[in-house]
């Protein structure tokens, strides 16, 4: 079984810029997830979908944070703009289905810094 | 959301058992306890949970303490593989939909 596929696995932009990160879940699983890992820290949710909708975004940075999960599928991730605090590794996570006690499985990861 | 308190770091020798503690005082009845480990330049992995009777799986085993306000993840032999951080998370709900929600975890270093 394939794992959750990010891409790209690192990215350097200034302050101000734009920048998007994709991740393409388990076939099958439901639930997505976008985590923020400052370094040193433990992961912190930003983003929950359910199949395409949005279940929780409270810790979201909705001014200039945003994700869209289309079709249930794959999922974007954008920042716009991006300033120095957002220099964090951005994980992606999908669990099989709500309702369940079963583990999430996360993709390696997206390392941006921003300068 | 209910919160866990565990040691920032731990060391083992490699072939020796770990058991890597976590508080957790404040724990719902529903709450279920969640271990993932973090490998170095890697996403968090699963490792195990349990709701109130203790649990094993080929990774690890899982001893919750009878009042639930503790556990304790065993490492049965410790390898170097396992030097990683470990995060003791309970998992509970948002508006319907579960969550985690990560401390800093424990980092575990393990020598030869």
């Known amino acids: 079984e394939a794992g959750v596929a990010q891409s790209p696995r690192y990215k350097i932009i200034e302050k101000r810029q734009s920048v998007a990160f994709w991740c393409n879940p388990i076939?099958?699983?439901?639930?997505l997830y976008w985590y923020q890992q400052i370094l040193g820290q433990g992961p912190k949710l930003l983003i929950q979908f359910q199949n395409n909708g949005v279940v929780d975004d409270s810790q979201l940075p909705k001014d200039r944070f945003s994700a869209e999960r289309l079709k249930g599928v794959d999922s974007t991730l954008k920042i716009q703009p991006a300033k120095l605090e957002d220099s964090a590794v951005y994980l992606c996570?999908?669990?099989?289905?709500?309702?369940?006690?079963?583990?999430?499985?996360f993709g390696p990861g997206t390392r941006l810094t921003v300068l | 959301d209910a919160k866990t308190t565990q040691p920032n770091s731990m060391e083992s020798n490699e072939e020796e058992p770990v058991h890597l503690p976590c508080n957790h005082s404040?724990?719902?009845?529903?709450?279920?306890i969640h271990w993932y480990r973090q490998l170095p330049s890697q996403g968090p992995e699963y490792v195990i949970h349990g709701l109130t009777s203790n649990v094993n799986n080929r990774m690890a085993s899982l001893a919750i303490a009878e009042d639930r306000k503790s556990s304790t993840l065993i490492l049965h032999r410790a390898t170097l593989r396992d030097a990683a951080v470990y995060y003791c998370?309970?998992?509970?709900?948002?508006?319907?939909?579960?969550?985690?929600?990560f401390g800093a975890g424990t980092r575990l270093a393990v020598h030869p």
């Open positions: 998370i309970l998992r509970g709900f948002s508006g319907g939909y579960n969550k985690l929600i």
């Open positions: 996570a999908s669990r099989r289905l709500a309702g369940e006690e079963n583990e999430q499985f």
């Open positions: 076939s099958g699983h439901a639930t």
């Open positions: 404040t724990i719902s009845g529903t709450d279920y």
